[in-house]
């Protein structure tokens, strides 16, 4: 579902309506049915709703329908306007979605935005965000985000920290963790048996051999060199305004950075529209489209649903590589 109030039912009407071109693997929608019939008939979108009660219905369904596995809202729900009576069947869509993923009922999890500040007022949302929900709903101590484009797949050693905050999460046993979380992701998710994993620094030029900082000197190439010794492929620390450019991303399948801003930057910047967010490490697939509920859109209609497509896709591929491990 997402959070109702902003496009995640749009972007799931216009994906839907691109099932015939290809592109968008069989999936269903744990949403409020009238919601979404209402969204399509706003989008002159001719989308017909079938609710299913079993997710294994779904995939005969939809060729001619959208399956919707109802779950209706408890308040009338605007665009644009969290409504905090909703909050609570925003959490329950995902608790939903991840036992059926959990219980072999469905491939894997794909999630439309949510609003972390809507959920906590709104439900008392325990949690910083969707991936540490999901971490806790799979059983897991931590899980880790991974962002990818065509070209580029990134994760934040730090994620939604604060820069002046940032070094006391920058450690010997943080990078290390993170890194054979990614690397079993790496041969688990997108069948790559060596996945090559490029350690970025934290100071300009890599600390320039101690001048700018110590921290690559004094944890990041000691991390690497213990993942070296576990047997992973790591590499670096790599100068952050290096290790983006066309050449230097064939030489790894991953990059693993220090911060927030210096692994999405480059993403962004080098396919904005179809950056898919991954959490790895958990015990199901689960994949989003890489941006937010986009509130100040809501209801226009004019949304862009390549990302939530592209995220469709990822969890399908993913679904099938880990199935064939």
Not at 189 to 207: E, K, M, Q, T, Y
Not at 260 to 281: E, M, Y
């Amino acid at each position: 579902m997402g959070d109702p109030a902003g496009i995640g039912g749009e972007l799931t009407i216009m994906a839907w309506a691109r099932r015939d071109e290809g592109v968008v693997p069989p999936f269903y929608a744990i949403d409020d049915p009238a919601r979404l019939a209402a969204i399509a008939s706003e989008m002159s979108q001719s989308c017909p709703i079938v609710e299913i009660y079993d997710p294994r219905e779904s995939t005969a369904a939809f060729g001619d329908s959208l399956p919707v596995l109802p779950l209706p809202l408890a308040a009338a729900q605007p665009p644009g306007k969290p409504v905090p009576a909703n909050a609570a069947c925003v959490i329950a869509s995902i608790e939903r979605a991840v036992a059926d993923a959990s219980t072999g009922r469905a491939a894997a999890v794909v999630t439309n935005p949510i609003n972390k500040r809507a959920l906590h007022e709104g439900a008392n949302f325990a949690y910083p965000g969707h991936t540490e929900f999901l971490a806790a709903l799979g059983g897991v101590p931590t899980s880790v985000m991974m962002l990818a484009a065509p070209g580029l797949r990134v994760v934040p050693l730090t994620v939604h920290t604060a820069l002046r905050d940032i070094f006391d999460d920058i450690t010997h046993d943080t990078i290390t963790a993170t890194a054979r979380i990614l690397h079993d992701a790496m041969r688990r998710d997108f069948a790559l048996p060596s996945p090559r994993i490029a350690v970025s620094g934290l100071n300009p030029h890599a600390g320039e051999g101690g001048s700018m900082g110590m921290e690559e000197i004094e944890i990041i190439a000691p991390a690497i060199e213990a993942l070296r010794i576990e047997g992973i492929d790591a590499t670096g620390p790599w100068p952050g305004d290096t290790m983006f450019h066309e050449d230097a991303r064939t030489a790894y399948d991953v990059a693993l950075c220090m911060y927030h801003d210096q692994a999405l930057i480059p993403l962004k910047t080098l396919d904005f529209h179809r950056g898919v967010n991954i959490t790895l490490g958990l015990p199901f697939v689960r994949t989003s489209p890489d941006h937010g509920t986009a509130y100040d859109r809501a209801g226009e209609g004019t949304a862009d649903p390549r990302s939530f497509i592209e995220a469709l896709r990822t969890a399908r591929a993913m679904a099938d590589a880990r199935a064939a491990a």
